[in-house]
């Protein structure tokens, strides 16, 4: 069996059971020195400063002023080495790239309802130094998820505290609202319990190479239970972020590819390329725990042969090179188990209590997924006609194309377990019990919901109404 590393670094990021998905530091809060006029035009910019004060995004194309006046920092940007401060100046300029070009689609959206045009000529002095801080980390020069928007833009406001949300805030803002504060922060907050999540995976994996069934169930009862904390974290996005306030910042977190709508032929970097680029935006869709998971569990199997899976696996590269190569590892070792996958060396040591623990993480993998779907019923469809996500995947089936693979898993993983018989365990039982009991109910709602929204007109209400109907709200305990 090929063997996962201890942990896979960059120096910033340690993936792995001491950290998990989260920095292995807490990121820099401000830049200095040189770096003062990129830091004061940061703090200038969003929409709202608070005490009734307004930044340069508030008022139409007052950034471009701002950015008018900003140094090319090139320069002195070319000589670092610290990651902490390549990854703070990467976080700068990936805010600044999104606010200078999208700024008027913002506008227009206030004006009008609907996004406008973006900006597409990033001028030299963001540029350059973008591009070369963006080479350092070996990402694209994009507002991305780990380095930039979430996993590397928080700070504590208690240090003495913990990364639930509410003592979390944002480094760098677009809006300077609370919603969009509560938003991202509660990435972070869900990823507080990474480390458990990774450490039963590589526990799960250990046991099984020895082929100690009782260890792999106890293991994955782990991976289960702390699927289902972070579960119960993640629906706290309907307190932490108000859904009526989504647009307050949204457009600023697009990405140029798949929103031809807004960039045209896509964004010309001066002084760096002569031909336009094109990036796919900032997603949650970029966050490791549930691509761990899908890999982990065998869900990846499932995924259909379509665009929908290859936009997918193009979000991979949207990653640090240190969770690329961890997932790549990952799914070498879950292949080389018997029969390749997790669920079938469970089946072939007769371990049906295992099987009911991985379709509990399976259902909880569905949560995860259904949640983010309704979400994205309340937060993008009730708010806008605009029927891109920021990463540039249609919003009505992207998810969607996800549920229906782990769903197919769902139901061969009971139909294994009902093979080998009566399960002893109780908490393992009562899983397989709710889920025989429920699947059917999940299939339904999807496809309730996928016939109202594939019609030409339709109310987003009525959609999201249904997951009422069918008892699987997502503010619901589970």
Known sequence: MPTLQPNYADGFFDVGTEHG????????????????????LLD???VVLGDNKFGYLHTPNAIATAVDELPNLFEFVKAENSIHLIQALFR????????????????????????GKARNILPPQIAQPFCAVAEKLDVYPWLDYHYAYSLGNFRKKDKSLGLEWSNLDMCVRFSGQPDEVGFIMLHVDINQHSPDLVGSV????????????????????????????????????????RWQNYNDFRIFIMGVKGNEELFGDGVIYTGVWDEPKQFRGQTGAQ???????????????????NELTKYLLDLRTYRPKCIQQFFIDLEETVKSLDEQSLAGMLFKNKNGEGL????????????????????VQKYIMANTPYAKATGGTPITSWLPNQLKSVMRQMNDVIEMIDKLGNIQNEKANKILVENKNTLEHKKNLLEEQLSLVHQKEFSADKVFELNKNYGLEDNKKH
């Open 202 to 241: 590589y526990q799960t994996l250990k046991a099984l190479k020895n082929n100690d069934q009782e260890e792999a169930s106890k293991w994955l009862e782990i991976n289960y239970s702390t699927m289902k904390h972070m579960n119960e974290r993640r629906r706290e996005m309907w307190k932490a972020s």
């Open 92 to 115: 700068g300029y990936s805010f600044l790239a999104s606010a200078y070009t999208l700024e008027p689609s913002f506008q227009h959206y206030r004006e009008s309802g609907n996004y």
């Open 44 to 46: 200038n910019m969003p």
């Open 21 to 40: 998905f989260l920095p292995s530091a807490l990121p820099l809060e401000k830049l200095e020195g040189a770096y003062l006029p990129l830091q004061n």
């Open 287 to 305: 966050d490791d725990i549930i691509p761990m998971e899908d890999i982990f569990s065998g869900v990846i199997r499932y995924y259909p042969q």
């Open 356 to 375: 009911c623990f991985l379709l509990g993480i399976l259902e909880e993998i569905y949560h995860f997924r259904n949640g983010h779907w309704q979400f």
